[in-house]
């Protein structure tokens, strides 16, 4: 298990199964909801552990993975060990039924057993299989409600198990803002959680709502709409991400720059890559190398590293040469890459 980053999206992929496009830019944007002030994995020979934000050692190195706490627990691996640990790297619980499981939301975390094919439910803090492993892949619980598909189909329950919506669409993603993106055939549309349609399956393309909008393609061309289904941002030629603090990433003349809510530019399209803004810095790639700018556009943090993400709780994760490290928001390592 060569680290954590690569062992992190294939469980995502694994549990994502269920989302459409929206499902890589929205988890960049947002990433995972975590615990304040958050811990931090680090790598050190070849073991895992947890940093604090200053760069200080508070859950020693000593497991083969370890994924980002969610709502107080982390999923770690130990030889064949395998549970959640709390802040203070005391067993939570200890995995029995299932071979891997998720970041908990509302209180329960997605699992996936070891069967072939794998079959998906839900677990509570203290372990216990809460909704039974019978899903064909599962979602996240977001305002109450998690994507269930069945029989190739996909519908909500609640935290009871108890369908809500029943398995009806050919995809779906979680509920966000009171509306959840669902595609019947190859259309795009919105559903509220009373299962009832609320902006018609008509979008070659869409994401989930953001700040109030949602990017949404007819033609290859996309716009922002509001929950109305009235358009804000007229067409864009190119792609318009999900806006995060207040901006929303674009494609233009195959550069990324940034857009307001009026679609106004804000950043003229100049970087390769660009993700969205997160406490007040936006990810960007230039000739091959990640950085971070601010709302201006002006680089803070040059282009220098092999990969990164964006900024949680003050620091960000970045690779060099193959190893991970932290970062504060003026570009010094909190932590030095190591593996």
Same mark, same amino acid.
């Given at each position: 298990?060569?680290?954590?980053?690569?062992?992190?999206?294939?469980?995502?992929?694994?549990?994502?199964?269920?989302?459409?496009?929206?499902?890589?830019?929205?988890?960049?944007?947002?990433?995972?909801?975590?615990?304040?002030?958050?811990?931090?994995?680090?790598?050190?020979?070849?073991?895992?552990?947890?940093?604090?934000?200053?760069?200080?050692?508070?859950?020693?190195?000593?497991?083969?993975?370890?994924?980002? !706490?969610? *709502? #107080? &627990?982390?999923? =770690?691996?130990?030889?064949?060990?395998? @549970?959640? %640990?709390?802040?203070?790297? $005391? +067993? /939570?619980?200890?995995?029995?039924?299932?071979?891997?499981?998720?970041?908990?939301?509302?209180?329960?975390?997605?699992?996936?057993?070891?069967?072939?094919?794998?079959?998906?439910?839900?677990?509570?803090?203290?372990?216990?299989?809460?909704?039974?492993?019978?899903?064909?892949?599962?979602?996240?619980?977001?305002?109450?409600?998690?994507?269930?598909?069945?029989?190739?189909?996909?519908?909500?329950?609640?935290?009871?198990?108890?369908?809500?919506?029943?398995?009806?669409?050919?995809?779906?993603?979680? !509920?966000? *803002? #009171? &509306?959840?993106? =669902?595609?019947?055939?190859?259309?795009? @549309?919105? %559903?509220?959680?009373?299962? $009832? +349609? /609320?902006?018609?399956?008509?979008?070659?393309?869409?994401?989930?709502?953001?700040?109030?909008?949602?990017?949404?393609?007819?033609?290859?061309?996309?716009?922002?709409?509001?929950?109305?289904?009235?358009?804000?941002?007229?067409?864009?030629?190119?792609?318009?991400?999900?806006?995060?603090?207040?901006?929303?990433?674009?494609?233009?003349?195959?550069?990324?720059?940034?857009?307001?809510?009026?679609?106004?530019?804000?950043?003229?399209?100049?970087?390769?890559?660009?993700?969205?803004?997160?406490?007040?810095?936006?990810?960007?790639?230039?000739?091959?190398?990640?950085?971070?700018?601010?709302?201006?556009?002006?680089?803070?943090? $040059?282009?220098?590293?092999?990969?990164?993400?964006?900024?949680?709780?003050?620091?960000?994760?970045?690779?060099?040469?193959?190893?991970?490290?932290?970062?504060?928001?003026?570009?010094?390592?909190?932590?030095?890459?190591?593996?």
């Amino acid at each position: 298990m060569p680290n954590v980053r690569g062992w992190k999206r294939t469980a995502a992929l694994t549990f994502c199964l269920v989302a459409l496009a929206v499902c890589a830019p929205r988890a960049r944007a947002q990433e995972r909801k975590r615990d304040a002030p958050p811990l931090y994995p680090v790598q050190q020979n070849g073991k895992w552990g947890y940093i604090d934000r200053g760069g200080r050692v508070v859950v020693e190195p000593q497991y083969d993975a370890a994924w980002d !706490f969610s *709502e #107080g &627990l982390a999923y =770690v691996k130990k030889g064949a060990v395998r @549970g959640h %640990i709390d802040r203070a790297g $005391r +067993t /939570v619980n200890t995995l029995q039924q299932v071979d891997v499981a998720g970041y908990y939301t509302e209180g329960l975390a997605p699992v996936q057993t070891s069967t072939q094919p794998p079959r998906f439910g839900f677990i509570d803090r203290a372990g216990k299989i809460v909704i039974n492993t019978e899903y064909e892949a599962v979602r996240n619980f977001e305002e109450g409600l998690a994507v269930v598909k069945q029989g190739g189909k996909y519908g909500f329950v609640d935290k009871k198990g108890r369908v809500r919506i029943r398995p009806q669409f050919d995809k779906a993603s979680s !509920f966000s *803002e #009171g &509306l959840a993106l =669902v595609v019947v055939g190859n259309l795009h @549309g919105y %559903i509220d959680r009373a299962g $009832r +349609t /609320v902006i018609a399956p008509r979008y070659n393309n869409a994401y989930n709502f953001s700040e109030g909008l949602a990017n949404v393609a007819t033609g290859g061309r996309y716009s922002c709409i509001d929950k109305r289904g009235e358009t804000v941002v007229p067409a864009q030629v190119g792609y318009v991400g999900p806006f995060a603090e207040g901006l929303a990433p674009v494609i233009a003349n195959n550069k990324f720059g940034f857009i307001d809510k009026t679609g106004r530019q804000q950043i003229a399209p100049q970087f390769d890559w660009a993700s969205g803004f997160s406490e007040g810095l936006a990810l960007v790639k230039q000739s091959g190398k990640y950085g971070f700018v601010d709302k201006t556009g002006q680089p803070v943090i $040059r282009p220098q590293f092999d990969n990164a993400q964006g900024f949680n709780g003050g620091l960000a994760r970045v690779w060099a040469g193959g190893r991970q490290g932290y970062i504060d928001r003026t570009g010094n390592y909190v932590w030095k890459p190591t593996k």
